[in-house]
């Protein structure tokens, strides 16, 4: 499974230039997954292509960065290394087959909207879902509102666990073919240590109607990796920034 490919497309970025076999993308400086070099080919000027990609970035007012996973360019990681391209951000690839060995998802019973108690599921972000995800995952003072472009560039589903009209907990699934893309989990500070984020997660699966999925985590997050690993989810790639 190409992990780089699904991770691009699952998280496009709404400017995208093809510079002979890499994708140079740009979202307004909102995440580097989308505001980063692609490069899965080796150009065969590639101190040109370096250089095209340098001047793009530079051109909207952005550091170049290049994500570097498995599938990555052979030799980019050094050449990258030897100008002076700093690693940053490592992220842990996660895939499995989840579990959903209990009938409400949650083992808590009642009822529920969307496959999991108390959880919601749309197609389209609303306002509450957004301002949990951006409260806990936001990096930015603002641009909220490109984030969900982001979010919007393909179909997905959002789901947030609800009490009183408030979403406690959120993620985001996205179909790719047989498997499911699992992005945006968050839970607020205040709803956390209650599986929450369990919930949302086994929603969004049976939602899916998938027996597949993966999603990505900070290699610090070892809370995170816990969990997902009681879900059925393993490590199955990791991918990492070289930054200028």
């Not at 995800?133 to 997905?156: H, K, L, N």
Request: glycine residues 14%; proline residues 4%.
């Amino acid at each position: 499974m190409n992990f780089d490919l699904l991770v691009h497309e699952a998280w496009p970025a709404y400017e995208q230039h093809v510079h002979e076999g890499w994708v140079l993308r740009y979202a307004g400086g909102v995440t580097k997954r989308a505001n980063s070099v692609l490069a899965l080919t080796i150009p065969q000027d590639l101190d040109g292509a370096i250089g095209a990609a340098e001047a793009f970035y530079r051109e909207r007012g952005q550091r170049c960065v290049f994500s570097m996973g498995s599938n990555s360019a052979p030799g980019l990681e050094d050449e990258l290394a030897r100008r002076g391209y700093g690693q940053v951000d490592s992220t842990i690839i996660m895939a499995g087959t989840p579990r959903l060995d209990s009938a409400n998802g949650d083992g808590n019973g009642g009822g529920d909207r969307g496959g999991g108690s108390g959880v919601r599921i749309a197609e389209r972000p609303w306002p509450g879902w957004l301002e949990t995800w951006w409260t806990v995952d936001g990096r930015f003072d603002s641009a909220v509102e490109v984030a969900e472009r982001i979010c919007t560039g393909v179909p997905a589903w959002y789901a947030a666990y609800e009490e009183d009209g408030m979403a406690l907990a959120v993620g985001r699934g996205v179909p790719q073919g047989d498997t499911l893309g699992i992005y945006c989990m968050a839970t607020l500070p205040q709803a956390r240590r209650r599986g929450l984020a369990r919930k949302v997660l086994r929603a969004l699966m049976r939602h899916g109607g998938t027996n597949s999925a993966y999603l990505v985590t900070t290699a610090p997050n070892q809370a995170a990796q816990a969990l997902y690993r009681s879900e059925g989810f393993e490590t199955a790639g990791r991918y990492h920034y070289r930054a200028l």
